[in-house]
């Protein structure tokens, strides 16, 4: 893998994966989860980390999966890639959510499609002000593929995750916050160490 769409941290006994995708939203495609799935065992498997925060940039937490993979292989009638595709991020997201350590998904911005799937997988979720959720796949003919509808439902229930799978609506922190989507707002965080240690996942 030649390109780097993360960045790994240590900050005492917190461990840190920032998500950069160098284009616009941090979509997800093969390269990116190879390189997420690469980077989480050295930081859980790391027995003086305790805590476990994915983060994205200041703008998007990660739009959801790259598209342009989807219709590339439809278009070369590839099912096949796009079915070992999506096995590999549900091993991913899989391990996330089995990890022993305390998983904080610190989320700016969009968190939609497989970016909010992504932040489901954690024990916690903490999100800015400017923090917007999800799952609009609907929209493209198409359900969420990353556990969104096992994970969502034992999150809110499953009156709730139905609407938000049927609808696609777009929830805002507050709102993500009232039906129990998320854990905690916090409105002046500017680290992942802070984001974590307020909600006292250290």
Not at 65 to 78: K, M, Q, T
């Amino acid at each position: 893998m030649t390109a780097h769409f993360l960045t790994i941290e240590k900050l005492g006994s917190l461990g840190v994966l920032s998500l950069q995708r160098p284009e616009p939203g941090n979509p997800l495609n093969e390269e990116f989860l190879a390189q997420i799935g690469a980077a989480w065992p050295q930081v859980e498997e790391d027995s003086e980390v305790r805590s476990i925060c994915l983060a994205g940039t200041l703008d998007v937490f990660m739009l959801g999966a790259d598209i342009r993979f989807f219709v590339r292989c439809i278009l070369a009638n590839d099912m096949q890639r796009i079915l070992r595709f999506t096995r590999a991020a549900h091993e991913l997201l899989a391990h996330i959510e089995d990890s022993s350590k305390n998983v904080v998904a610190w989320v700016r911005g969009a968190a939609y499609g497989a970016g909010l799937e992504l932040a489901l997988a954690c024990d916690r979720i903490v999100a800015a002000p400017n923090a917007r959720f999800a799952l609009p796949e609907t929209g493209l003919g198409i359900y969420p593929g990353m556990g969104g509808t096992q994970r969502t439902p034992r999150r809110i229930g499953v009156g709730l995750a139905k609407w938000m799978i049927f609808s696609g609506a777009i929830m805002t922190a507050e709102q993500a916050l009232e039906i129990g989507l998320i854990d905690a707002i916090h409105p002046t965080a500017t680290s992942a160490l802070e984001a974590v240690t307020a909600l006292g996942a250290r």
